[in-house]
């Protein structure tokens, strides 16, 4: 992510809503326990968590952005913020069941530190997940970054394939066990909010309706959801 970037002005413009939805993979994978959230946003995996009974006593919503954290914080009991780069947390080693990071991996400048964070904070044979997307030949969004589309503009990379992202996350420790990938669709209903207004009465006001209306969801071109999960070695 780029230095120049104000990760809170960000945080304010870029709401995450509270959804059901899962990750297929680690809705797959996750087991009950204690959990560290590496790059947790405004708490909407934690919360789908939660709704699925999957978290512990402690859950841990870890965030650059203590705007993120604070919000994180609200929606489940247990759990506690820490503002704090997801490759270099405050928490001690082996303090987790599972980590979880979704949508992360893409924005940091170092794959590896990151890794070995998630190997460190996990007990042994605790379970971790990591989740991406995947840059397909002809991938188009309303992005262009250096004359390259992207999905994001802060993102730091697009794997182009598993083999890239299998790379990034081979350190000591991790076992990676699985990495599958999906087409990458958006709710219909997300977008038209975001492009309405992106500020956070809005976002929660909608959170409030059924869960049904964020069902119908469009296909991004070319990119697809790229998942990653295994277990921490004996």
Same mark, same amino acid.
């Given at each position: 992510?780029?230095? &120049?970037?104000?990760?809170?002005?960000?945080?304010? !413009?870029?709401?995450?809503?509270?959804? =059901?939805?899962?990750?297929?993979? #680690?809705?797959?994978?996750?087991?009950?326990?204690?959990?560290? =959230?590496?790059?947790?946003?405004?708490?909407? $995996?934690?919360?789908?968590?939660?709704? @699925?009974?999957?978290?512990?006593?402690? $859950?841990?919503?870890?965030? #650059?952005?203590? $705007?993120?954290?604070?919000?994180?914080?609200?929606?489940?009991?247990?759990?506690?913020?820490?503002?704090?780069?997801?490759? *270099?947390?405050?928490?001690?080693?082996?303090?987790?069941?599972?980590?979880?990071? *979704?949508?992360?991996?893409?924005?940091?400048? =170092?794959?590896?530190?990151?890794?070995?964070?998630?190997?460190?904070? #996990? !007990?042994?044979?605790?379970?971790?997940?990591?989740? $991406? /997307?995947?840059?397909?030949?002809?991938?188009?969004?309303?992005?262009? /970054?250096?004359?390259?589309?992207? #999905?994001?503009?802060?993102?730091?990379?697009?794997?182009?394939?598993?083999?890239?992202?299998?790379?990034?996350? &081979?350190?000591?420790?991790?076992?990676?066990?699985?990495? /599958?990938?999906?087409?990458? !669709?958006?709710? /219909?209903? &997300?977008?038209?909010?975001?492009?309405?207004?992106?500020? @956070?009465?809005? *976002?929660?006001?909608?959170?409030?309706?059924?869960? *049904?209306?964020?069902?119908?969801?469009?296909?991004?071109?070319?990119?697809?959801?790229?998942?990653?999960?295994?277990?921490?070695?004996?």
């Amino acid at each position: 992510m780029s230095p &120049d970037l104000d990760i809170e002005k960000y945080a304010a !413009r870029h709401h995450q809503f509270l959804t =059901d939805w899962l990750p297929p993979l #680690l809705e797959r994978i996750a087991v009950p326990g204690r959990i560290v =959230d590496l790059g947790c946003g405004d708490g909407a $995996t934690i919360w789908a968590l939660h709704r @699925r009974g999957l978290l512990g006593d402690i $859950t841990w919503a870890v965030d #650059l952005s203590s $705007t993120r954290v604070e919000a994180a914080i609200s929606v489940a009991p247990g759990v506690i913020g820490v503002v704090a780069d997801a490759a *270099s947390v405050p928490l001690e080693d082996g303090c987790a069941d599972g980590v979880v990071c *979704s949508q992360v991996v893409e924005h940091v400048s =170092d794959e590896q530190a990151l890794a070995a964070e998630i190997a460190r904070l #996990l !007990r042994p044979g605790g379970w971790w997940y990591v989740g $991406t /997307v995947l840059r397909g030949p002809r991938a188009w969004w309303i992005y262009k /970054v250096d004359g390259v589309r992207r #999905l994001d503009p802060t993102h730091e990379r697009e794997y182009e394939n598993m083999r890239e992202l299998r790379a990034a996350l &081979d350190t000591p420790g991790l076992v990676l066990d699985t990495v /599958v990938s999906t087409p990458l !669709r958006f709710p /219909v209903s &997300d977008l038209v909010i975001r492009a309405a207004g992106r500020g @956070r009465q809005i *976002s929660r006001a909608y959170e409030r309706l059924p869960q *049904s209306i964020r069902r119908v969801r469009v296909r991004v071109p070319g990119y697809h959801l790229l998942e990653a999960a295994g277990t921490k070695s004996a």
